[in-house]
């Protein structure tokens, strides 16, 4: 018999929204009521650019806009768990909880007097000014929810002009808030940063990152350096006379390395949410956006390090060490299969034989995540050539080939598989502190092996 498709939990979704529709209008209303008292008193500033006053007024655009709401119902249905549609629930909380903070912390009103527009359009705009003020700009609430809105549509298996569709009118609502004159364009990315962080809050795999830290976290010297950049991009960004488009960059790098400092101290290797359920290694798209700047800054770093020495190195019987490759890369390498030890940068596409083993940057793994690198090696060698791979192919990923040389016999001790290495990929960094984690791996295989005997 075929299996039932599973029902939608509908009453699930009943329930969240009657905890978050009242909570909107509570809490969205208290900002505005607050921000027009402050506003009052002088203590409530605008921020916009000259070239916005150029930005079009079409009245028409209030429909798009104000359809958010009906879709911000209806993605409860296009929940096929209970795990979605709690996902969803606490995304679009958490995105009303960040942003309703930005409004009380920082309260902005809109420069521009909006026009005001008859017929049908007219009355959706006086509608919406019987409970919206010229408050509550950055980051645009719609904006965020539009994010959260938009991603749980997106999963709907539908035809691609209905995907074409939903995309399409997503970006339609984004350009409304602009020019129904909503919002300003500086509360349309912090809409977008807060929207997708709430994404990689929640994610649709795993656990949330800052609910447990992770036994690979823990790293708090190398969090102090990323925060100090981020620090240092945000005092950039916010400089005086700063130009919108240099601000807005170093605004995004400082909310990238504050992410990566919390994957060193909390979240570990899995914050950067690689995919695990194909194991394809590709980012959740949160992760992708969030991470960008860090992501191409980690990438270039690789490149420039190896630039003298970028091909990979075969080592013994079909197993090859190098830097992570592009998929160009990977297919002139002639290997079937590819290790993955990285989890700040993204997997090259269309490899058929990939696995992950996420290891933070700069960081040394345990004993037993070597150990299970090295057993990973072994089997992979069944699918053809191996390459093991990490951003440098000089630590990580030697380590690994390391073990797997000593765990397989090939090499009679640590530091002979080591010496090996070193014959054959001559800039490999394994430093006292990596030998010293090899030695008690060594000693690992051995306790291994004296408990099968017995």
Not at 100 to 126: D, H, K, M, W
Not at 223 to 233: D, P, Q, T
Not at 235 to 248: S, T
Not at 249 to 269: D, E, H, K, S
């Amino acid at each position: 018999m075929m299996d039932e498709p599973a029902s939608i939990p509908w009453r699930r979704g009943v329930l969240w929204l009657l905890f978050l529709g009242p909570l909107f209008f509570i809490s969205y209303g208290y900002a505005n009521a607050l921000a027009a008292r402050w506003d009052a008193a002088g203590q409530v500033g605008c921020f916009y650019f000259e070239w916005e006053k150029g930005i079009p007024f079409w009245p028409w655009s209030i429909v798009p806009y104000w359809s958010i709401d009906l879709l911000y119902g209806l993605s409860f249905l296009c929940c096929r768990n209970a795990r979605e549609t709690d996902s969803l629930g606490l995304r679009l909380l958490s995105v009303q909880v960040i942003s309703i903070a930005c409004f009380l912390f920082f309260p902005l009103r809109f420069a521009f007097l909006r026009p005001s527009p008859e017929g049908v359009f007219g009355a959706l705009f006086t509608l919406l000014a019987s409970f919206d003020q010229p408050y509550n700009q950055a980051p645009s609430l719609h904006i965020g929810l539009l994010v959260i809105v938009w991603k749980q549509f997106s999963t709907l298996d539908v035809s691609p002009r209905l995907h074409a569709f939903i995309h399409g009118w997503a970006l339609l609502i984004g350009v409304s808030v602009l020019t129904t004159w909503q919002h300003h364009f500086i509360d349309v990315p912090t809409g977008l940063a807060v929207g997708l962080f709430c994404l990689w809050l929640w994610p649709d795999e795993g656990a949330s990152p800052l609910l447990k830290r992770a036994v690979d976290a823990g790293h708090w010297k190398l969090a102090a350096y990323y925060l100090a950049g981020a620090a240092l991009s945000l005092a950039a960004a916010l400089a005086p006379r700063q130009p919108g488009v240099p601000a807005f960059l170093l605004g995004w790098l400082a909310l990238a390395l504050t992410l990566v400092a919390c994957n060193y101290l909390r979240a570990g290797a899995a914050g950067f949410q690689k995919s695990e359920r194909q194991n394809t290694g590709r980012r959740t798209l949160a992760s992708a956006c969030l991470f960008a700047p860090y992501t191409l800054a980690a990438w270039i770093n690789s490149r420039c390090w190896t630039r003298k020495n970028p091909r990979p190195d075969q080592i013994a019987d079909g197993v090859w060490l190098g830097r992570l490759p592009t998929a160009r890369e990977f297919a002139q390498s002639g290997c079937a299969a590819l290790l993955d030890l990285t989890a700040e940068l993204p997997a090259p596409a269309r490899v058929p034989y990939y696995r992950n083993l996420p290891c933070l940057d700069l960081t040394r793994p345990s004993a037993a995540f070597l150990l299970e690198a090295a057993r990973t090696i072994e089997a992979l060698r069944e699918k053809g050539a191996v390459l093991v791979a990490c951003a440098l192919g000089f630590s990580r990923s030697a380590a690994a080939v390391a073990v797997w040389l000593r765990l397989t016999g090939r090499a009679a001790s640590m530091r002979e598989a080591v010496a090996l290495l070193a014959a054959r990929r001559p800039r490999m960094a394994l430093n006292a502190a990596w030998l010293e984690l090899l030695d008690g791996t060594e000693r690992l295989i051995s306790g291994g092996r004296h408990d099968e005997r017995k």
